[in-house]
């Protein structure tokens, strides 16, 4: 079973990276292949809007986002690593969660014109394990946390969480310190147990 973890920030090897790597490396003990996938590398635009993919389905823009999308379709755990920017996630993040989401359920619905209600067959990211990570120098966690969660339980996943919300604290002044977290590496160690926990349950 394999389990990607995205690193949301612009910044390769900072906070976010660390505490999602954390994760991974915790997932690996425990027999995991793991990725872990740097936004700040990738070219993703935001989505135009443009609907096409509730007939192709498939995104019409040709960035990174479909390399990105077999990823996180092809495995079983996800985890989506977020820096907290002004209260939120960054607009990378956000536009490869709008685009993931929006084409994901149209890869197993169809659109019905004629009626407001619909019949939701599941998305593509049905019963995968998704978690949650966020990382703030000092405060908007929620917020940014809420997005994460937002976009995992409309997407049909299964949520994971940790004896406390899967935040880390660090970062004033632009450091690179959330090892000094040990309460955070403590919530992340654990919320990948619980990952690995609910992932091999459900294999079984
Ligand atoms: C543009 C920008 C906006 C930020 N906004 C917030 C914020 O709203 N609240 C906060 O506590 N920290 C904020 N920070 C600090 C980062 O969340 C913090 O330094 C974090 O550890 C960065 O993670 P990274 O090293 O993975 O990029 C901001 C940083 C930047 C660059």
């Not at 703030?136 to 996943?157: E, H, I, K, M």
Request: glycine share 10%.
């Amino acid at each position: 079973m394999k389990v990607i973890g995205f690193n949301g920030s612009p910044r390769e090897k900072g906070n976010t990276e660390f505490l999602v790597e954390t994760a991974l490396e915790q997932l690996r003990k425990q027999g995991f292949e793991t990725e872990l996938v740097r936004l700040g590398d990738k070219n993703i635009d935001q989505c135009s809007g443009c609907y096409s993919c509730v007939e192709k389905k498939e995104c019409s823009i040709n960035d990174d986002f479909a390399e990105l999308f077999q990823k996180m379709i092809e495995a079983d755990g996800i985890i989506l690593g977020s820096p907290v920017y002004h209260a939120s996630i960054p607009p990378k993040l956000k536009a490869l969660l709008d685009r993931a989401g929006f084409l994901g359920r149209w890869v197993v619905n169809e659109m019905k014109s004629e009626d407001s209600t619909y019949q939701w067959k599941g998305t593509a990211f049905s019963g995968k394990v998704v978690a949650p990570i966020t990382v703030a120098r000092r405060a908007g966690q929620t917020f940014a946390f809420a997005q994460l969660l937002l976009w995992a339980t409309v997407n049909d996943t299964i949520v994971v969480g940790s004896n406390y919300w899967n935040v880390g604290v660090a970062g004033t002044g632009g450091k690179v310190d959330a090892d000094q977290d040990t309460e955070g590496i403590g919530i992340i160690t654990h919320m990948a147990d619980n990952m690995g926990y609910v992932l091999k349950k459900l294999k079984n």
